[in-house]
């Protein structure tokens, strides 16, 4: 847990990869979480939540975009505060209301969400009260159409959620779906760069304040994507993967690679960029290469997530 320069009811909680950060606001009107993590840590956002809160009920939870590592919380949450408002970005209420896991991303990712309900939309061009702050909402497509950011201009810190890293930025994934979504990558920088944060708190990793720094090597990785998207498919290939070891942690090598090889978008990359080579084969290059970058490692029969 982290306090963010000393602003009373703003607490930083820092996660792994797996699940997304969660920033809890709190003031004398309201209590309200941005971003709940992946289903398979929880009880720990729960815990962590009850914990920070104690007696006090969560009022609201904000969704910065639908990715399951930054909603899988929601559905326990839900559960244990009743009267819990929540709140996510427009453009997939339909999906939301339906329950349709493909529109969701969670059946083309292979990765689990339970179910949740929504009270509002979060809307670009608007504002949202969070500890006693104003925060602008703005809209940030890219990795994530319906992805939104959130801007707090009196302190200048900027919630970029996975528009913006230290070290990049999350997966374009209308890409894999062939819909050309690195322009809109670009026009998010750009926005960023004119709000000229002094501090970012992304979606995953630490909080940092060079966003000179970070948007220079966002920009170099987005033209090396644009270059190269071959480049992009690995990327978003082994991503996945990744993320599925990190949730499984050890797992029986067939036993993955035939979960993997069903994956909607794992079918969709291999089909584009390697379909010289079986799906099965090519899963086990993306699995290599995780192995020199010491990512995961072959123990006989098995996988071990590192």
Known sequence: MQTLLDIPGLLFLERGWLSAN????????????LDSGYVAHQEQTLTLVRGALQSRPLDRLVNTHLHSDHCGGNAILQAH??????????????????????ALSYEATGQLCPR?????????????????????????PGHDPHSVILFEPQHKILISADALWANGFGVVFPELEGISAFDEVGRTLDIIEKLKP????????????????????????????????????????????????LELRKVNLQDFVTWAI?????KLLQQRYASDVS????????????????????????????
């Open 81 to 102: 505060y009743p009267h819990l408002r929540t709140l996510i970005p427009p453009g997939e209420s339909m999906a939301v209301g339906q329950w349709d896991t493909e």
């Open 116 to 140: 949740f309900t929504f009270d509002a939309i979060l809307q670009p061009g608007t504002q949202l009260r969070l500890a006693n702050l104003e925060w602008q909402v703005h809209a940030a």
């Open 198 to 245: 002094d501090w970012i708190i992304p979606g995953h990793g630490a909080i940092f304040k060079d966003a000179s720094t970070a948007l220079t090597m966002a920009r170099q990785k987005l033209d090396a994507f644009v270059t190269l998207p071959d480049k992009h498919a690995k990327y978003a290939a082994k991503v996945l993967l990744k993320f599925k070891l």
């Open 22 to 33: 969660n920033i809890l606001f709190t003031d004398s009107e309201s209590a309200t979480l």
């Open 279 to 306: 799906i099965a084969d090519w899963v086990m290059d993306m699995l290599r290469d995780l192995e020199r970058s010491n990512a995961l490692r072959f123990q006989e029969s098995m996988i071990l997530n590192i």
């Open 262 to 266: 069903e994956v909607r978008y794992l």
